[in-house]
Structure formats: C-alpha cells, structure tokens
C-alpha cells in the first residue's frame, strides 16, 4: 500500500513537473509546438494521436521532460508502457544527469517484465545522487508488482548498504515483512519506520492487526522491547484493536512525552483506533484518552473534550469518574448546555436525584428552552426510578411536547389511569423519542386495547417495578393482573407483554412459560404474535426443531395474520435456508 | 439408445394418444393445485421445492411448459397445501373441469404437459473449506427445501457419482490452479487453507499434483455424463471442466501449481474432441492474471480485456419438439440482467457447432447459458458467479434469497434441478 502509494506520488509529482515544464515552454515561444500539441491530444482522450506528437516533441529535444512524461502517461493509457524505452534511452543520453528519466527507463523496463533491466537502472540511477533513496523505492515498487518479494527486500537492503543508512526505506520493508508474516521484523521495521515518520502509524497498525491470534502475545512483547516511545503507541494501537483498549491506554500513558504537541499526536492516533469500538471497556479507554487530550488542550476546546470524556465514562458505567470530570468544570460560566445535560444525567443515574434537580436549576438561565425541558424529563425518570410519581408528574406538567405526552402517558400508565394513559401515547404516536421507544410505546398501546377497565392500579404498579429494575416482581405482578382478566380481553396480551419482558432480562424460562400461555386459540389476535416471539425464543436457545413446529403451527393457524411473512422469514432461518444475518 | 432418440419416440406416442386419451393417463382425483409460475406467483424460487418435494412424496406432478412461464399442475394431496401455506408459495385449486380447459389451451398451443414422476437424487461437489453461502446453487437449493449432498474428489474418482441422478459443480478450478489467485492472494488464509487442502487430497489419491488430480476429476465427470448422468456446471467450473478435459497430456497449470511452467504452446496442443462444450481456445499463460482462457467473453479479473454488464435473452424453443430447451428456459421474465463470474460468459467462437445456444446477449460475440449431450447425459453450462450479486467479490455478504423470491437468474438453476424428473419418465416410454 506505501509502495502503491509512492509510486502514485511519484507519478503525480513527475506529471506536475512535466505541466510545469510545459507551462514554461508555453510562456517563451507564442507558436504552437509538439509538446502542447501533445497535451492537448492527451487531454481530449486521443492517447494514439498525443503519442506521435510527444515524439516530435523528443526528436527535436530528447531531454524534453513535458514531452517525455507526456509520452509515458499516453502510452500507460494505451496499454504500451513498454514502448517508452528507445525514448527514455535517449533522454538519459542528453542529461544522464536528471534522475527522473531513469524512472521512466525503469518502470518501462518493469512492464516489459525484465527484472535484471529494472536492476541495473536502478543503480545507474543511484549513482546520479548517492543519497537518494527512490531509485531503490522504484526498483522495490517494481519488483512487488510482480509479487518477488524476494528481489523487493534486495533492493531495500541494497538501499541500506549504499546509503550507509540502516534505516532508510524501512516502511517499504516492513510492509513486506508484515505480507510475510514475519512478525519480529515487522516489529523491528515499522519501531524504525513510526519513530523516522509518524505517519506510519496507521498503515502500520493496518499492517499488523491481520495478524493471527497465536502470534500476537508475542508481538506485543517484541513492542515491549522497544526504547522509543512511537513504537510503544503502535503497541497500544494494536493492544486496542486486539481486544485490550484499557491495556492500550496504559501502555500509551507510560509512554507520553513531556512535549505537549507530540502529547496530542500520540493520544489523537490512539483515539482514531478505539473511536468506533462500543462496550463499557472501549468507552472507559475513550474517556481516560479523552480526558488526557483534555488535559492538553486550553480553551473551550479543552471543555468540550472534557464533557466527551464524562460521557464516555458515564456509557462505562463510571458515574463517579464522569462526575469527578464534571466537577472540574463545575462553575455555571464553564458549562455549555451539553456539559449540563451529562452532569444532570449522570446525577440521574447515581439516583441523586434531588441535587441533579437542584443542579438544573442552577443551570436554568443558560439553557434554552428545549434543553431545558428535555432535562426536566430526564430528572422526571430519575424521580420515577426513585418510586416518587408525583414528583415525576411535577417535572413535567409544563411540558407540551411530543416526547413530553409520552413520558405523561408512561406516568398515567404507572398510575394505573389506563384511558388517559392510551389517550396521551396515541397522541405521541410516532414522533416521540428513538424508532426503539416508539416501538415499545406501539408495544404498550396493544397490551392496553383489548383491556375492558378505565383503570387498574395494579398493572401499573407492575410495570413500575419494571422500570424501577425489579423485573422478576414486576412480571410476577403483571401476570398476577392477567389471571384476573378474560385471555381476550387483555389477560393474553398483558402475558405476551410480560413474556418479552422477561425474555429481555434473560428470564428464559419465564418467559417461554408466559408466551405460550399467551398463545390460547381464544385470544385471536395476541396468539401469532405469542407465537411468533415464542419461536424467536426458541430459535435463539438453539431449539430449532421446536421453533419449526410452533412456527408452522401459527402460519397454518392464522394464515391472516400481518405477522406470517415474518414468521415465515423466522421458519427459513429456523430450517437454515438462509444466511444468518 | 440416445436420449434424444426416447424423447423422440416419447413425443410420437403422446401424439399418437390425443389429449383425450393422454387426461385418462391421469387419475380422476377430487381436485387438482396450480403453482402459476407468471406474476402471480409470490415466490418462483420455492414453488420448484414444493413440485419436487411433491414428486419426491411418489405425486405424479406435470410441468406445464410455455403455460403461464412454465406453471405445476399437482393432484391435490392434504400435503402440497400445507407445504404451500408454510412456503408462502401461491396455489390455485381447480377441479377437473378447469384442467380440461387447460390441457385443451396446451395441446392448441406453443406449450406442452411433461410428466414428472422421480425426485433427482442431486450432488454438489464443494470443497470441504468451502464457505457454506457462496455457491449459487447451494443457497438456491437450501432456500427452495430441495434435498442434496456434498461430495468432493474421493468420492468423484472412487466411482460415488453413480449414486445420483445431477451432479452440480460451481466455482471449482479443475485446471488445479487455485482459481489464479495464488499470486494476488498469497497469504490470505482461505487460500492457504485451500492449497493445503487440495495438496493432501491429491497425495492422498495417488496423483503426483493437484492439476493432475484435477484431470482425473474431470474425466470421472465427464465419464458420469456419458452413462447418462445430468452436469449443471456454473462460473469457473464451466470453462476449467473443459480445459481440464482437453488438457489430457498438456501442462496447463503454472508452476505454483504443479512445480512446472505452463507449457507455452499448450493452446495448439489441447485435444478439444474430449472436451464438453469447446473448442479452440486460447489458454492465458500469464500466471498472475486470473483468466484462464478466450472461452470467457467478460473476462472480470483483466483489466484491460473485461468487458461491461449487459442483459441476456432467453431463447424460445418449441416446446412439443424441443421439451428439454423448453425445460431449462421456463421463466417469468426473457431478459435478464447479467451478472460477472470468474467465467461470465461463452464466446461463440469457442463453441463447438453440436452446443444448443438457451441464452445470449444480442449483438455480442458471447452467450450466456448454454446445453448439449455427451453419451447418453446431457450437460448445461451457466456463466456466472451469483445472479443476484452482479459484482460478486470475495468476501462479500452471502445473498439472503428471501429478499430475491423471484429471481428469474435463479429460476434457471431450478429449472435445471427438474428437469431430470422428466427425463425418466421419458426413458420409460
């Protein structure tokens, strides 16, 4: 990939030149001449015709670098990059001095598939300027083109004796130690090639992460025997990518330096590597990165980075971390409304409820509206979770948003005040909150259709203690409700309800025990969806054969029902006729 | 006697008998279920497994060619329903007035009724490293519910293909190069596993390299065909099958593969009188190109030779004169988008003058799906790789055919899995 990458540099480089030279020859004669003619011809699609005008171009100057290069890129076009040889011949014998005509000889010579030609260029080149390290380059491009690997390390090697320089092209190297698996000499080329050119980095760490499972313990330690510090971030970059983000971190704070830009550069890479990585580990290694970018930034910037990082902390599960970031921007002047809103909500989550509404008030005057509000909902859930509804109502009496009905319909629902509650979450329909809360509100609007009573306090104590976290009591109370309702007159929804319930907090059993209780031929319409998630359950505790029957059982049993092309979807899954996915 | 030659005679008693006396061939069951195979139908792709799962249950089904895109007259059984409802396969009842009608609609027009009387006992040939979702007929096979089973070269040379009626091969290199990836892939883990595989396999068998091996494969093949077995070959499988076959006493393989070049002039040496469908190609014999020959006219893995996706067309066949053409282009749709495999298509200047032309792409200098006879079997080549995936790269998610339920690329392949069914009730006549 360098490789591909330097050969396009260069190409674009010597295209630049062969312009620039041209635009310079435009300027000092006003009559049209071959080489403009030529480029004319190449920029119009006619490669054939640019051609023959490039080579009159040469035979009145053979050392004319536009017309030269013109011709390369037209015959690559053609697919004749061969024919360019009797010409770059003759512009090395009028300025064998002008090392990029030997490039032209050499890549012809490696179209031509003759590797002793790419050599020998390759050192007549070397000998213009015994310092340069392209000629060596172009003949390691040339013979990987190939896939001779074997002639591609001779020309980085020979690069080395010639240079005096053990370290010269030691990212080209290291890639073709990495496509080898050689991981020692990975490790050792591309320690060389970080600590010469940081931008190695990420290619590195693409380079290295493919590597098997068996060998990376061996890897880390090879890294672990590196002095320079660049070399022990592309450790913590691969520690990241292989599972191990908190031991990334620690490696990559052992390893920063005193210099607060090359700081940065080091915690930046790092970040670039577990930036997309979800899960409490990850977002906790985010946040100690976050938190040490912070650190080493001023301004607001260095704010905004710091609110980044208690929110990472706070998706970790690391509340006291989150706050303790907080803290340090605690003053109302310092905090942005988005600082606000993860300070409230972290407060939230450790149920200090009453400071995280004191800590709104506080934030009041610099909050605009909406935030405002959406905060008073996130503190009314942290009164709900606390048990206390009316503190809950309290917080949300004002609010006449979408998402504010539907949080008002939860809380009539917990309340137990059924019509109202349906009244208030048909009117949030749609629009309210995530696709996964408008989901599970469609959920809870057909659990409450089939239900005779206006009211029943019981079914919303229920599914308070659900939310409250006690899922087991709350399902055990839900169920207790449906025994005392008709199957079709709510008692099989609200067992379907509390079956998914108990399926999303891992209570299996419980909820196989509660769907198939809700699949009872009276109740017409819960039953295939009872059914449907009773196959799903199935299905997902690897009992393919009994998802089958109970699959096949609701497709014949309700051949109308909106739910048979999923259900035959899951029956395709369940036989392995598709994919997985 | 040639299998031509029963269909023939085949045809002449039906012809002989009338429609009138062919309805009393059938029994006088209470009702009868049509499986329409034109717009109507809300799933093409299932609808051959219910038709074969029916025949497989000893139900003398019809495949209805040319009526409504090639529709399934079944006797109505308590099963086929059922299945139907479970399948999401649409079905229509009818009575035997109604069939009377159509029998009557068929014998006045380009259509004709053909009987099909015994499941194909069906064979895949995969590696065992091969993933389990990239071979077409694999996950056609799967999502139409049509039984199958794996084998691979110990069983082709150990004379195992005896036991099935249709033996379908899809990307298998059977020059023993490794598909040419060798070069551009060295190091990627399947290909590894693939040469370590393929390299023990043939020490195991006796054969001093994997190109050798390879041959051996396709003569078994091609020897299972000439007893009257039925080839389905698609992509690569195509093209290598018979260069493997005409490559007898020919190094055709680079030396990554067996040690020894490619012999530079192997394209004058090749014996095309073995080969199936082929003749006078051109092999490529740069081994980092990942081509095998002139007999693919797209030609995906050469960049200055590929050539751009168009449509084919499906040609129309008589259906009382040519039943078994009919049989394999019964579609919903004539043109259908192409779509690129290592093979994509055939050239027709490399297509022997025996070889019946299913399907081409007007104006072009290929076909696409092609069929003919060796002995007493018959063979049908496919170009491409995955008709739903035009692009089809390595690594690419597997094609869920539940989103494609009407794939007219597939429906192809179905038509190919029954159409043995038909077959023996012609060779009983």
Excluded at chain 1, 143 to 151: K, P, S, T
Excluded at chain 2, 346 to 352: S, V, Y
């Amino acid at each position: 990939m360098i490789l591909l990458r330097a050969r396009r540099t260069l190409s674009a480089a010597l295209g630049l030149l062969g312009l620039a030279a041209l635009a310079h020859g435009l300027a000092a004669q006003q009559a049209p001449d071959p080489a403009r003619r030529g480029f004319e011809l190449e920029r119009r699609g006619n490669y054939g015709d640019a051609v023959g005008a490039y080579r009159d171009a040469l035979k009145k100057k053979p050392n004319d670098a536009a017309a030269l290069f013109g011709l390369e890129r037209s015959l690559i076009a053609l697919d004749r990059p061969a024919d360019i040889l009797p010409d770059a011949r003759a512009a090395i014998a009028a300025s064998p001095g002008t090392g990029a005509f030997y490039g032209v000889a050499l890549r012809a010579w490696a179209a031509s598939g003759r590797p002793d030609s790419v050599r020998a260029v390759a050192q007549q080149w070397a000998a213009v300027d015994s310092t340069d390290e392209t000629p060596y380059r172009e003949w390691g491009a040339a013979a990987l083109a190939r896939h001779d690997r074997d002639e591609a390390r001779k020309a980085y090697q020979t690069a080395r004796d010639r240079l005096h320089r053990p370290d010269a092209l030691a990212g080209e190297l290291a890639m073709v130690l990495s496509e080898e698996h050689d991981w020692a000499g990975a490790v050792r080329e591309w320690s060389t090639a970080v600590a010469k050119v940081s931008g190695y980095r990420s290619t590195a760490v693409r380079a290295l992460s493919p590597a098997p499972e068996e060998d990376r313990s061996k890897i880390l330690r090879d890294f672990g025997k590196q002095t320079a510090p660049t070399a022990r971030w592309l450790e913590a970059d691969l520690r990241a990518q292989w599972g191990d983000p908190l031991g990334g971190y620690q490696v990559l704070s052992a390893n920063l330096p005193n210099d607060r830009g090359r700081a940065v550069e080091a915690i930046s890479g790092f970040l670039d590597q577990v930036r997309d990585q979800t899960g409490p580990e990850p977002r906790r290694a985010q946040g100690l990165a976050l938190a040490a970018l912070a650190d080493r930034t001023p301004g607001p910037g260095g704010s905004q980075l710091r609110l980044e990082a208690a929110q990472a902390f706070a998706d970790a599960g690391d509340q006291a971390a989150a706050k303790r970031l907080l803290g340090g921007m605690a003053t109302a002047i310092d905090l942005t409304s988005g600082a606000g809103a993860t300070l409230v909500g972290v407060l939230v989550k450790e149920g200090k409820v009453e400071d995280a509404q004191r800590k709104l008030e506080q934030l009041k005057p610099g909050l605009v509206s909406e935030d405002w509000m959406a905060l008073r909902r996130t503190v009314a859930w942290g009164w709900v979770r606390a048990g206390k509804l009316d503190r809950a109502d309290s917080m949300i009496v004002a609010d006449s948003s979408v998402e504010g009905l539907a949080m008002a319909g939860q809380l009539r629902l917990f309340h137990g005040d059924l019509d109202s509650a349906a009244i208030l979450l048909k009117l949030a329909g749609p629009f309210a909150g995530t696709r996964d809360e408008a989901t599970a509100r469609t959920a809870t609007l057909a659990m409450l259709q089939p239900i005779q009573a206006d009211t029943l306090p019981a079914l919303g104590a229920g599914l308070l203690a659900v939310e409250r976290g006690d899922t087991a009591r709350g399902v055990q109370q839900l169920e207790k409700v449906a025994d005392g309702l008709p199957v079709d007159a709510g008692g099989a929804e609200i067992r379907l309800y509390a079956g998914r319930l108990a399926q999303s907090a891992g209570r299996t059993a419980d909820a196989e025990r509660l769907l198939r209780s809700a699949a009872v031929p009276d109740a017409k319409t819960t039953a295939p969806a009872a059914e449907l998630a009773l196959a799903q359950l199935l299905l997902d505790s690897g009992r393919a054969k009994e998802a089958t029957e109970v699959l096949e059982q609701m497709i014949l049993g309700f051949p109308e029902s909106a739910l048979v092309p999923q259900a035959r979807r899951l029956l395709d899954q369940a036989r392995g006729a598709v994919p997985q996915t | 006697m040639r299998r031509r030659d029963f269909v023939g005679q085949a045809l002449g008693v039906m012809a002989a008998i009338g429609p009138a006396r062919r309805l009393l061939a059938f029994p006088r069951a209470a009702g009868w279920l049509l499986v329409p195979m034109d717009d109507a139908q809300s799933d093409h792709l299932k609808a051959y497994g219910l038709t074969y799962r029916a025949v497989q249950r000893g139900i003398r089904a019809e495949w209805l060619l040319n009526y409504r895109n090639g529709s399934f007259l079944i006797p109505a059984d308590q099963a086929t329903p059922r299945d139907a409802a479970l399948a999401g396969i649409s079905v229509q009842p009818l009575d035997d007035g109604a069939v009377l009608q159509i029998r009557a609609e068929i014998q006045a027009g380009n259509m004709d009724a053909i009987p099909l009387e015994k499941a194909p006992k069906v064979a895949v040939y995969v590696p065992p490293n091969a993933p389990p979702w990239d071979d077409a007929v694999t996950m056609v096979l799967n999502y139409a519910g049509i039984e199958f089973e794996k084998i691979w070269d110990p069983e082709v040379l150990r004379d195992g293909l005896k036991k099935y009626d249709w033996l379908h091969l899809h990307h298998e290199d059977f020059t023993g190069q490794y598909s040419k990836f060798y070069l551009n892939y060295a190091g990627a883990p399947w290909l590894l596993d693939m040469v370590k595989q393929n390299t023990a396999m043939a020490r195991t068998l006796g054969f001093a390299s994997v190109p050798e091996e390879k041959k051996g494969v396709a003569r078994a093949i091609a020897a299972y065909v000439e007893r009257g077995g039925f080839l389905f070959a698609m992509c690569t499988a195509t093209e290598t099958l018979d260069l493997a076959l005409a490559g007898q006493g020919v190094d055709i393989a680079t030396d990554y593969a067996d040690r020894t070049p490619m012999d530079p002039n192997a394209s004058a040496k090749m014996h095309w009188e073995l080969a199936l469908a082929f003749q006078n190609a051109k092999l490529e014999l740069n081994p980092s190109v990942p081509v095998f020959s002139d007999i693919d006219g797209h030609q995906v893995n050469s960049l200055d030779r590929r050539q751009p996706l168009g449509s084919f067309t499906l040609f129309n066949f008589s259906a009382k004169i040519d039943p078994v053409a009919t049989m394999l282009v019964q579609n919903h749709r004539q043109v259908i988008p192409d779509f690129y495999g290592l093979t994509t298509s055939f050239t027709r200047r490399t297509l022997k003058p025996s070889v019946t032309i299913l399907a081409d792409e007007p104006g072009a200098p290929w076909v696409k799906y092609i069929h003919g006879e060796r002995g007493q079997g018959t063979w049908t080549f496919f170009g491409g790789h995955d008709p739903e995936d035009p692009q089809h790269q390595i690594g690419d998610p597997p094609t869920d055919l539940s989103l494609h339920p009407h794939s007219p690329g597939y429906r192809l392949i179905l038509n190919n899995v029954l159409f043995p069914a038909a077959k023996k009730k012609e060779l009983k006549t």
